[in-house]
């Protein structure tokens, strides 16, 4: 059983980046999976990030990619958030999910449990 | 960017009941379709993917229709542990989520 872990400080300054880590465990981040980033502001709906492939390519959604990269590490299993720039907006609990599709996406079968980051001074 | 419409937003209903929650494609995105339940502190869980095909373990209750740009998800005998926020995603050009149908049991 594939689980997802996110990590990473659960409150950052405006204009500040946010930097979160996903740590997965019973799977190999080097299957044949695209990995993904999630966020969902307080009472409001899910927002796709982006995604990343073991080989490194990422896919991002166009409205935060000028903020936003994702990386992977191999050795440790796991891969990274960084979104720039923050501001009060980017409250919100963000996931960590892995796409079940083979080499082309499909549904996030996998989700980590959450972790909120509130953006204040 | 692909728009995902859900509706209703909200959606109060009594146990036993069926349910009905359509969501609507800005354009063709053939099967690329996926729907998840999402309990108030918990992730998202995958219900159905591919428009039609039930994940593992979800309840037979749980099914899904459409292709194209329609898509409906449908809960036979609603039961009380159904109380939830239900969203449809695509993955047909990068990834969108609809806005979020949340079910009230009377």
């Known amino acids: 059983q594939v689980q997802l872990q996110e990590s990473g400080p659960g409150l950052v300054k405006p204009s500040g980046t946010l930097s979160l880590t996903c740590a997965v465990s019973?799977?190999?981040?080097?299957?044949?999976?695209?990995w993904s980033w999630i966020r969902q502001p307080p009472g409001k709906g899910l927002e796709w990030i982006g995604e990343?492939?073991?080989?490194?390519?990422?896919n991002y959604n166009p409205s935060l990619k000028s903020r936003v990269t994702i990386s992977v590490d191999k050795s440790k299993n796991q891969f990274s958030l960084k979104l720039s720039s923050v501001t009060a907006a980017d409250t919100a609990v963000y996931y960590c999910?892995?796409?079940?599709?083979?080499?082309?996406?499909?549904?996030?079968?996998?989700w980590g449990q959450g972790t909120l980051v509130t953006v204040s001074s | 960017e692909i728009v995902l419409t859900q509706s209703p937003d909200f959606q109060s209903v009594t146990p036993k009941e069926k349910v009905t929650i359509t969501c609507r494609a800005s354009?063709?995105?053939?099967?690329?379709l996926h729907w998840y339940q999402q309990k108030p502190d918990q992730s998202p869980k995958l219900l159905i993917k591919?428009?039609?095909q039930s994940f593992s373990g979800v309840p037979s209750r749980f099914s899904g229709s459409g292709s194209g740009t329609d898509f409906t998800l449908t809960i036979n005998s609603l039961e009380a542990e159904d109380a939830a926020t239900y969203y449809c995603?695509?993955?047909?050009?990068?990834?969108?989520f609809g806005q979020g149908t949340k079910l009230e049991i009377k």
């Open positions: 999910a892995r796409n079940q599709g083979v080499v082309v996406p499909a549904a996030f079968d996998y």
């Open positions: 019973g799977g190999s981040i080097s299957s044949s999976n695209w």
């Open positions: 990343i492939y073991h080989s490194g390519s990422t």
């Open positions: 354009q063709s995105i053939g099967s690329s």
């Open positions: 591919y428009a039609s």
């Open positions: 995603h695509q993955s047909s050009s990068l990834n969108t």
